[in-house]
């Protein structure tokens, strides 16, 4: 089971950035998947960026804004978020999936991120 830690989460005000790091206990170039998914207040954990086959897509809400990055000799992926705005506020999740057909998968405790008005 790969372990996953999230971290970078604060406090910021609208227009802030932030950079959200996730760290794994694993060979990230081994992994099929690696995602963030953002989970606000009383909603459902939604899919911020995907990184899989070395392309990344960005939920419409994150595009333009936010950038998904990776480095192998850390194994880390990272998320640059720029321009935050309340509506970004949640907790951030990392999430990967690896081996065959990505039957493994896991994901890390989280990071919240809150963004003042």
């Known amino acids: 089971q790969v372990q996953l830690v999230e971290s970078g989460g604060g406090l910021v005000q609208t227009g802030g950035s932030l950079r959200l790091s996730c760290a794994a206990s694993?060979?990230?170039?081994?992994?099929?998947?690696m995602a963030w998914y953002r989970q606000a207040p009383g909603k459902q954990r939604e899919l911020v960026a995907e990184f899989s086959r070395l392309i990344v897509t960005y939920a419409d809400s994150a595009k333009g804004r936010f950038t998904f990055s990776t480095d192998n000799s850390k194994n880390t992926a990272y998320l640059q978020m720029n321009n935050l705005t309340p509506e970004k506020t949640g907790v951030y999740f990392c999430?990967?999936?690896?081996?065959?057909?990505?039957?493994?998968?896991?994901w890390g405790p989280g990071t919240q991120v809150t963004v003042s008005s």
């Open positions: 999430h990967v999936r690896a081996g065959y057909k990505s039957i493994l998968s896991s």
């Open positions: 694993a060979s990230i170039a081994g992994f099929n998947v």
